[in-house]
């Protein structure tokens, strides 16, 4: 009797949190996307118009599969660099401390006015990355205006900036029993076998986390296009985060901004779900059998 | 036949010896290539801030059109002028300010969210389900839209203008991803570990501190490092909840400094604040470094 | 275990009322401090974006104020232009805002559409002295629905600075006066220069300048009507047109390749910097930032004007207040806000440590203070001078509202990037204005 509440004293604090702090504001942005709220007006109750606005609004669908796209193109590579450069500096090198922060530098910078004037230095027509190309032959690429190119110049910043991922996977390299390697060379697996044997299996708790999380971000992602295209060339890397954005702060429509934001939601949550119910096949924790949480 | 085996011996010794030489070169290259990989990565990851320090030395105009890192003048006035700022503060005001809410941040959410991780992760009760669904539905919803129902409730408590609203939230592990990480940690740990410490005599709070907590150093620090670097960088928090001068934190005195409507700026010197701002979050996370490279005592219990 | 649940439990309903208990009794003291000193000395919050030089000068202006004033303390909340109308928008709304604020001029429609979002400054003419300062024509500016809600602060309007070195260069003495001269420059200029950078919302301002020329229309009218039809629009995007064909500005697509348009100012772009765009149409307020840059390359920037062809109706100036400032409409002190105001706009020591930080005053008495002190000169002050000299139709505070801003910078990428006919995007425009119009004048 007493142990089946004791699960529940544990989350008492972040319970009594989710009242105070976060129902009272959802629910207020829900009831908001049902009104016509200028923010210094009183909000006025307008039905479903804002959801059935959406699909007339050509800025809309527009940002919503730049925010796809987006997401399709930053987070695996985002995940696969995070988790190659964790293996490669888990190592025990001299020196190894420098390198471990120097790769998690651009990370600290974040949105510093830094990172702006240095991707323009990067892509640039005449920048560094096309003058390098001009060695091949390579025509300099429109990095900044042509969809495609403008895209992974964004999202090349993010993936850039893999160290918070990188992190979290070091801390779960290092929960992997050394001894479980050893028992391995004794039978005479490769590295490469290892790798793919221990290493993953044992790590799928910590990756499926990243990759949870990393679909989150991608989809919230704002500073990005913020600071480097502004949305340009034509909406074409305007993320729906930005849509949200100039809907709240800019144009002042708070009521249309809440109901993208709930339509946002509803993505990320599908979106979320489906990781959750794929990781029963993939997953493995130590804990259980069975696997997931949900 | 005694020859014979000598021989063979002589050869088996022979094989070993440049088996052994083999694989020192090996090794030797093997850690050169390693090497070279590895510093050309950090040189491309430090660049920014190599270029960073070399601005702050460099006049407007050739800030935004040299790529070069190298400083054409050393010169540390930028620094100084930085730090007094045109203010009625100079930059330790802001530090100060900005360690009073960072400070409490780092610690409530350490305690809350491993306390909130561990029940989740160990325990079976009544609506865990949905409970830890909601849990990863609250980063779900863009910050714009809850900003202003947030800002009238701290208002209802007359807690605007203090760093209040900036920690409390944190008490209550507030921040699922903090939660949710933990709980990922909590379950790469196998269950036999609680279960021979209650057999021990321990209860679930002492399995916690004493048998999980010491097993989880490396990603508890990882959420303490976070979120003090995440916070040091937030600035529409403070922005919105901090209205006097008096107690702004660094990042919005260094929005302050890059405030270039009027055309009287210096660019190095917004740079060189830049870079100040930067070095405290550098400086904790190059100290928190050996808990990553630190093996695990409790290991051998594993698997 | 029972015993350590407990603890933890009460430790959370502990740290919960330690907390809320000395947030509430900071508050409390803080009010009482205030009750206590109401009856000796009011205080009034003065908030302002700016860089630091502004910072400096308006708290030396506090300063001098609380001397003159004992009894008026003034709490100065000022940060920089990063995140501003975030925080104000949530003061607003939260009823938290300042008693003095210093706004925009495309806030107005915003914030008090119907005049009634901010102190009606009329009521206080005379603690203002807006009468012996003011023409009519500033103060109507300000004013929304009758009711004045903003002391224009100072004036800014858009103008054309060019790059004198490198026009000189090629062998243009000075800045052309006609249309046809400006495209026909452009030909003397080498190839990677051009003789102006016009982005996006740069190159709808200068073409709607030239409409406005051929049709002697203002764009929209004194009621928030679009006064333009589809064919003077049309005569607009034809003329951006022929500014990209001529090659007299880069293409969107050329200035995003230096990294610009999206947020790097044109002060940031190389090209600029180096001289290869020889002018720009900015601000008289905000031309010091790009005069700066090119003054440490030795390069000289002067100012052009704005063109004119001979069957000119109008001159087409752009001209506005630069920022206003307002009095919360639930100041508790409305006089003193006032008093403080006309301290730091009209009084000469006032106006003397503000100095010209937030542009040129407008306040006749503060133009004859900062004129007495020679204080008034320069490419701000000739550009200003060249607006004053030449007026034109008036200007409406929706041309800046932020989405019609963005439709305008669509119309003009998608005529640049070649996407559409100009007709197509006078159509798109004219619709889309329509539009966003009747959403936001409702």
Known sequence: MEKKYTGLLYIAPWLVGLIIFTIYPFIASFILSFTDYKIIYQPQFIGFSNYIKMFHDQLFWTSMFASFKYVVLTVPLKLIFALFIAMVLNFKLKGINFYRTAYYVPSILGGNVAVAVLWRFLFANNGLINQFLGIFGINPVPWFSSEY???????????????????????????IPQELYEAAAVDGATPIRSFFKITIPLLTPIIFFNLVMQIIQAFQEFNGPYLITGGGPLYKTYLFPLLIYDNAFKYFNMGYASALSWVLFIIIMIFTALVFRSSRYWVFYSDSDEGEVK | MVNLIENRNKNFNLRQNSDYRKREIKRTINSAVRYTILSIGAFIMLYPILW???????????????????????????????????????????????????????????????????????????????????????????????????????????????????????????????????????????????????????????????????????????????????????????????????????????????????????????????????????????????????????????? | ??????????????????????????????????????????????????????????????????????????????????????????????????????????????????????????????????????????????????????IPVALTGRVIYYNKTVYDKFGVSTFPTTWNDLINIAKKFDKGYYPMILGDYDAWLLSMTYAIQKTGKPFIDNNGKLAFDENDIKIALDFYKKLIDNKVTPTIATIANEGGNGNAPIEQLPSF????????????????????????????????????????????????????????????????????????????????????????????????????????????????????DHPSVPISPYLEDPKLQDVYRQTIDQISYGKVTVDEAAKYMYDNVQKVLSEITK
Not at chain 1, 162 to 169: C, H, L, P
Not at chain 2, 252 to 279: C, V, Y
Not at chain 2, 280 to 294: C, N, T
Request: proline content about 5%; some cysteine; aromatic content about 14%.
């Open chain 2, 52 to 303: 960073l320090i070399g601005a702050s030395f460099k006049t407007n105009s050739e800030i935004f059109t040299s790529i070069s890192f190298i400083p054409p003048r050393i010169d540390f006035t930028p620094y100084i002028k930085g730090w007094i700022t045109g203010t009625q503060y100079t930059f330790a005001t802001y530090f100060a300010n900005t360690f009073k809410y960072v400070i409490p941040r780092v610690v409530f959410t350490v305690f809350s969210s491993v306390i909130t991780a561990y029940g989740f992760a160990r325990f079976d009760f009544p609506f865990k389900k949905p409970l830890f669904g909601i849990l990863i539905a609250t980063l779900f919803l863009p910050e714009v839209v809850t900003r202003i129902p947030l800002y009238l409730l701290w208002k209802q408590l007359h807690l605007l203008d203090t760093f209040v609203p900036l920690y409390a939230p944190m008490i209550f592990a507030n921040q699922a991803f903090f939660v949710f990480m933990l709980i990922q940690f909590f379950r790469t740990i196998p269950r036999e570990l609680d279960e021979a410490a209650i057999i021990d005599g321990c209860n679930s709070f002492e399995v916690l501190t004493k048998i999980l907590v010491p097993t989880l150093k490396p990603a508890i620090i990882t959420v303490a490092l976070f979120q003090f670097m995440w916070s040091m960088n937030d600035f529409m928090g403070p922005l919105i909840y901090i209205s006097s001068v008096e107690k702004y934190p660094v990042s919005i005195a260094l929005k302050m400094a890059i405030d270039t409507t009027e055309g009287n700026f210096a660019w190095n010197q917004i740079i060189a604040m830049s870079l100040i701002a930067l070095l405290p979050s550098i400086i904790v996370f190059f100290a928190a470094q050996k808990y990553f490279v630190e093996g695990i005592a409790t290991t051998g219990l594993k698997g």
């Open chain 3, 1 to 150: 275990m029972k015993r350590a649940i407990t603890l933890m439990v009460s430790l959370i309903f502990f740290l919960t009322i330690i907390l809320a208990g000395c947030g509430t009794s900071k508050q409390e003291s803080s009010n009482n401090v205030q009750t206590q000193e109401t009856q000796k000395q009011i205080t009034l919050r003065f908030s302002w974006w700016g860089d630091d030089t502004r910072h400096q000068a308006t708290l030396e202006a506090i300063k001098l104020f609380e001397q003159k004033y004992p009894n008026i303390k003034i709490k100065a909340e000022y940060a920089g232009w990063d995140g501003y109308l975030d925080k104000q928008t949530t003061q607003i709304a939260g009823g938290t805002a300042a008693d003095i604020m210093q706004i925009n001029w495309n806030w107005l429609p915003i914030f008090s559409k119907d005049g009634n979002g901010f102190y009606d400054l009329n009521k206080l003419s005379k603690e203002l002295g807006l009468e012996e300062n003011y023409t009519k024509n500033i103060l109507q500016l300000g004013t929304v629905n009758g009711k004045l809600n903003g």
């Open chain 3, 273 to 388: 910097i180096d001289g290869k765009f020889a002018g720009l149409f900015q601000w008289t307020s905000a031309v010091k930032k790009d005069a700066t840059p090119l003054k440490e390359k030795n390069m000289e920037l002067a100012l052009g004007g704005i063109p004119m062809d001979s069957d000119s109706k109008t001159s087409g100036a752009i001209l506005k207040p630069s920022m206003l400032f307002a009095i919360n409409k639930d100041c508790k002190y409305p006089k003193e806000a006032a008093t403080f105001l006309n301290f730091i706009l009209n009084d000469p020591e006032g106006v003397k440590a503000m100095g010209l930080n937030r542009g040129i005053p407008v306040s006749k008495s503060a133009v004859d203070t900062l004129q007495k002190a020679g204080l008034i000169s320069g490419l701000e002050y000739d550009g200003l001078k060249f607006l004053l």
């Open chain 1, 149 to 175: 190119p403008a895209l992974f110049t964004i999202s090349a910043l993010r993936i850039w900036e893999f160290g918070s991922a990188m992190v979290i996977f070091l801390a779960g390299l290092k929960d």
